[in-house]
C-alpha cells in the first residue's frame, strides 16, 4: 500500500471513531481486541465525544478486561452518557485462566497502581481523552483494587467508584486525603458480605463495608459521622458526606440484591460524579 493510500485509510478510520459511538480506533490491533502496553492490556469503547471522560471498570476475581466489556447494560449506559470506557485486565492469575488485581501490597507480581496510570496516560494520548475526568471503578475483586488505590494515591483518579468490594481485615489505619468516593452494595451480597468473612481457613478475612466508611469519613475530616445527606434513587438507598474537607466527597448506596453491578448504577453514579466540582 502506498504512501498516500495508508494515510487516507488511517484518516477515514479515525472519523468513523469519532462518528459511531463505541468504535475503537485502528490505534490498537483490531476493533474487537485488546490495547497493549508494557505492563498489560485494556479494552477501550470510545463514543464520539472530543476530549471526553472515561470510566475504567475493573473486573472481578476470574474475570478479564474483554469479560467486563462483555456486560452490556452497564457499558452501554456509561458510553451514551459521552463517557469512554476502559476496562484492563488484572495482573494475578486466578481459577482456569481468569485473572484478579494484587490489592494487598503483600502480595509479590505486577505494580497495579502504576499499571493503571499507565493505562490512563496511554489512553489519553491514543484516543484524545480527558486524563484530568478519569473515574476508576470496579465490581468486587476490581472494587478492592478501587477502595485500596483511592486510599493510597487519591489524585491519581478524579473518582472513585468501588462496587462489591471494600478493603479487607486489617483495613488501613490512615489514608490519604481527601478523596472523592462512591461506595455501592448489595443487602443481600453473600460473596462480600457487608460485615465481611473469612477466606482460605482465616488466612485473609474481607472487612467491614461500615468500618470502611468510618475510614473514609475520618480520611475527609468529617466533623460528625452522621450522614449529612440522606435520600433514595430507585431501590438505591443513600447516604452521603459531600464536602467535608476541601475536595472530599463521599456517598454510600445500598441496594436490596446481591453480588452483582445492578441496574441504574451508571447513571446514578454519574449523576454523582457530574454534580462534583471539575477537578
Do not use: K
Not at 468486587?140 to 467508584?161: I, K, N, Q, R, V
Not at 452521603?240 to 452483582?260: D, N, V
Request: charged share 15%; net charge negative.
Amino acid at each position: 500500500m502506498s504512501y498516500s493510500l495508508q494515510f487516507l485509510r488511517l484518516v477515514a478510520l479515525a472519523a468513523a471513531s469519532v462518528a459511531c459511538p463505541g468504535m475503537v480506533r485502528a490505534d490498537c490491533a483490531e476493533a474487537s481486541g485488546p490495547c497493549q502496553i508494557d505492563t498489560g492490556e485494556y479494552h477501550i469503547r470510545v463514543p464520539g465525544v472530543e476530549h471526553g471522560p472515561a470510566v475504567f471498570m475493573l473486573h472481578g476475581a476470574g474475570g478479564s478486561g474483554a469479560g467486563m466489556m462483555g456486560r452490556a447494560r452497564v457499558i452501554d449506559a456509561l458510553l451514551a452518557r459521552g463517557y469512554a470506557v476502559i476496562a484492563p485486565t488484572g495482573g494475578r492469575s486466578f481459577g482456569n485462566g481468569g485473572s484478579s488485581w494484587g490489592f494487598l501490597r503483600q502480595w509479590l507480581g505486577r505494580d497495579e497502581t502504576a499499571f493503571l496510570n499507565a493505562v490512563a496516560d496511554d489512553a489519553a494520548a491514543r484516543f484524545g481523552l480527558d486524563r484530568s475526568r478519569m473515574v476508576l471503578a470496579g465490581f468486587s475483586a476490581g472494587g478492592f483494587m478501587t477502595t485500596y488505590l483511592a486510599c493510597e494515591t487519591p489524585g491519581l483518579f478524579s473518582a472513585y467508584a468501588p462496587v462489591a468490594g471494600g478493603f479487607w481485615r486489617p483495613q488501613p489505619t490512615e489514608c490519604a486525603a481527601p478523596v472523592r468516593l462512591f461506595h455501592t452494595h448489595g443487602w443481600t451480597d453473600r460473596t462480600v458480605p457487608l460485615e465481611g468473612r473469612p477466606l482460605r481457613g482465616g488466612a485473609f478475612v474481607q472487612g467491614d463495608i461500615f468500618a470502611g466508611l468510618e475510614l473514609w469519613r475520618d480520611t475527609n475530616g468529617c466533623d460528625s459521622h452522621a450522614p449529612q445527606t440522606l435520600g433514595q434513587t430507585g431501590d438505591f438507598l443513600r447516604r452521603g458526606w459531600p464536602g467535608c474537607a476541601p475536595g472530599s466527597a463521599l456517598e454510600f448506596a445500598l441496594f436490596p440484591g446481591g453480588h452483582i453491578i445492578p441496574d441504574g448504577w451508571s447513571d446514578m453514579m454519574l449523576d454523582w460524579y457530574e454534580a462534583l466540582p471539575r477537578p
